[in-house]
């Protein structure tokens, strides 16, 4: 008999984080996932009550980040898997600071929060996999969201980074970076090309996280566009952005 593995996705309440801890279930791991919403918590457990633990969680709440994470070693001991899935960003074509922080809060703050204490659990215990979700948008910049696009490339950087200290790290660790284009979520603003189901999208993002993948495009196809946004010029990306 397989033994049941562990995982925490913190953001599950919707989109990405809610379909993949579904797969999880699926695949035998019990998991952890985490949201503010209580309500939308409740509703996922109900689909698989002994496969599911509710922690209830702002992850802009630094101090609670800490809290979070020494209940789980308490209760669970060890966790094999840690996903990091929340995420915020709205256009804002005018730089408004109060639209510009939130975003900054949860995708900078709070994601180098929770996978400093990912990384720091694993190092303990061992072992472990940390998966964030960046964004194809972590490749150049862009003029109607800069916060968004500048908080994914802090993301991508930091979790090579971190991938690197596991690659010298005497515990096996993995960290995988998990790149999206656009898919069919409530973070899919206005008109986009090459959407993705949201179904289709979190196969292929958990087809990398088994392969423990340093980096995934999410479809697959954006890694062609990845290639060409290293290289066009700022001179014609800015036309088109």
């Known amino acids: 008999m397989n033994k049941t593995k562990k995982a925490l996705i ?16 699926a695949d035998n791991y019990k998991v952890v996932i ?72 949860t995708n900078v703050i709070a994601a180098t929060k929770i996978y400093g204490l990912a990384y720091q659990f694993f190092r303990t215990q061992g072992f472990g996999h940390l998966v964030g979700i960046s964004s194809i948008a972590s490749i150049r910049g862009n003029r109607h969201v800069p ?25 096996n660790i993995y960290v ?7 898919v069919d979520t409530a973070m899919a603003i206005g008109d986009t090309f090459w959407m993705a189901s949201l179904e289709k999208a979190t196969r292929q993002i958990y087809s990398a996280i088994k392969r423990k993948k340093k980096k995934a495009f999410i479809t ?6 990845a290639v060409v946004l290293k290289i066009v010029p700022a001179s014609l990306l800015y036309k088109f952005s």
């Open 147 to 171: 916060a968004y696009f500048a908080s994914k490339a802090f993301q991508a950087n930091y979790l090579e980074s971190l991938w690197m200290k596991g690659k010298r790290s005497k515990a």
């Open 34 to 105: 985490t949201g503010r919403r209580d309500k939308k918590l409740q509703d996922i457990k109900e689909t698989s009550p002994s496969n599911y633990i509710i922690k209830v969680h702002d992850v802009t709440d630094l101090n609670s980040c800490d809290a979070l994470f020494k209940e789980l070693k308490e209760e669970l001991k060890t966790i094999d898997l840690i996903v990091y899935s929340s995420g915020v960003g709205d256009p804002n074509y005018k730089l408004e600071w109060e639209k510009e922080f939130p975003t900054l809060q």
């Open 10 to 25: 913190i953001g599950a309440t919707s989109g990405i984080g809610k379909e993949l801890a579904k797969l999880l279930v």
């Open 220 to 225: 697959r196809r954006w890694g062609l566009v």
């Open 176 to 182: 995988t970076d998990i790149q999206p284009g656009f």
